[in-house]
């Protein structure tokens, strides 16, 4: 089968989730031996020597104004359709991608599939009215949460049968060695990790706020991730008083960032909205007690594998300093955390894509 997917970024380095997701989706089929046609801004980076990718690129960076971003797609879009005949066009963004696919398809390949995927609604006005259109128009939808799932039900009324969940996998990336358990000496600092985009949406200031309610001199805060709010967090944390406590290290790689992760005694993600949440999960295949806010998908993707929590900073300082005072309670939640991360896997996730486009490619 071949399928054409258009992308807006594809770094094996990146902290985005969607990202994250889509590469792995499209290198576990690839590895099942479908074709893989992915359009890609200029110089915007991808995992070369993949087995049946092809990579063709828009002759102009990466686009911030979508509607020129789904204007540039479609001369593309038609040049590999006259050579590859792709039958399904998968969609990872429906913002910067959505129009211009279904202008191809309306235009010049009518018998092609649409499949879409929503990580989350987003919340841009202008795009919020042309969605209200365009999402009606997709052959299929993937969810990567049933809380996304019953979101675009409820605000599009639109038949639960056309959406499909497909919920991402965890810990795969993650070095072989570091996921041995391994025991922290009692005379090592109290430690807490936060691991993602430095977005307003993550709420990273939260998490200098309980840095601060916490009393004990020798607590750390890892904060891991880059992002256009770290220079201001930086500055807020250092108007705190926070520089000794909060540690903001930028990029690392899987290796570096994996270390600092297993030796923390506890993971915090307080983001004011999800559509799933990777970042706890992965944490908690290391075993790793989490404490992730109630909003979003957050709830459904912890399970009952980690603390969810109302944010209240005086809640989620006195349950850092409960779990790190605790042994056998961090034991025991690092316990509940690697099962829950062991019910979601890349390869069950490529297995329902796999499914749900075969689906349509008829």
Same mark, same amino acid.
């Given at each position: ?15 985005? $989730?969607?990202? &994250? ?11 099942? $031996?479908?074709?893989?046609?992915? &359009? ?33 797609? &479609? ?37 092609? %599939? ?7 609604? /987003? ?56 996921? /041995? %358990? ?5 005379? !090592? ?24 309610? &916490? ?9 891991? $991730? ?14 705190? $008083? ?31 909205? !999800? ?52 042994? !056998? ?13 062991? !019910? ?19």
């Amino acid at each position: 089968m071949v399928i054409c997917s258009p992308q807006y970024g594809l770094s094996p380095n990146s902290d985005a $989730g969607g990202e &994250i997701y889509d590469e792995q989706i499209l290198k576990g089929l690839a590895n099942r $031996g479908h074709k893989i046609e992915i &359009i890609l801004p200029y110089q915007k980076p991808y995992a070369t020597g993949q087995h049946n990718w092809c990579v063709h690129r828009l002759p102009l960076p990466f686009i911030h104004y979508s509607y020129l971003f789904n204007l540039a797609i &479609i001369p593309r879009l038609l040049s590999i359709y006259k050579k590859t005949g792709f039958r399904v066009l998968r969609v990872h963004s429906p913002y910067y991608v959505g129009l211009g696919a279904f202008l191809f398809k309306k235009i010049f390949a009518p018998r092609t %599939k649409l499949v879409a995927t929503y990580f989350h609604l /987003e919340k841009r006005v202008g795009f919020n009215l042309i969605d209200s259109w365009l999402i009606r128009k997709w052959d299929g939808i993937i969810t990567v949460s049933q809380f996304t799932k019953e979101a675009i039900v409820k605000k599009y009324g639109l038949d639960k049968s056309k959406i499909t969940v497909i919920y991402p996998g965890t810990g795969d990336n993650f070095p072989i060695n570091y996921r /041995e %358990k391994t025991v922290k000496s009692e005379k !090592e600092n109290p430690q807490a990790v936060f691991c993602g985009l430095l977005i307003k949406r993550k709420n990273i200031g939260f998490l200098l706020k309980i840095a601060r309610e &916490i009393k004990d001199e020798n607590f750390k805060l890892f904060i891991i $991730g880059r992002g256009p709010e770290r220079k201001k967090l930086e500055r807020q944390a250092k108007k705190m $008083g926070l520089e000794d406590k909060v540690t903001f290290t930028g990029y690392l790689n899987d290796q570096e960032k994996t270390k600092i992760i297993k030796s923390s005694d506890v993971f915090l993600f307080p983001s004011l909205m !999800e559509g799933f949440g990777m970042a706890p999960l992965e944490a908690m295949s290391l075993g790793v007690p989490a404490i992730v806010s109630n909003r979003g998908a957050l709830p459904e993707a912890a399970g009952k594998g980690a603390t969810v929590l109302d944010l209240d900073v005086d809640l989620w300082a006195k349950e850092v300093v409960k779990i790190w005072k605790n042994p !056998e309670l961090k034991t025991k939640l690092s316990q509940k955390a690697r099962k829950r991360s062991e !019910e979601f896997g890349w390869r069950k996730s490529v297995d329902k894509t796999e499914e749900f486009i075969k689906f349509y490619d008829h």
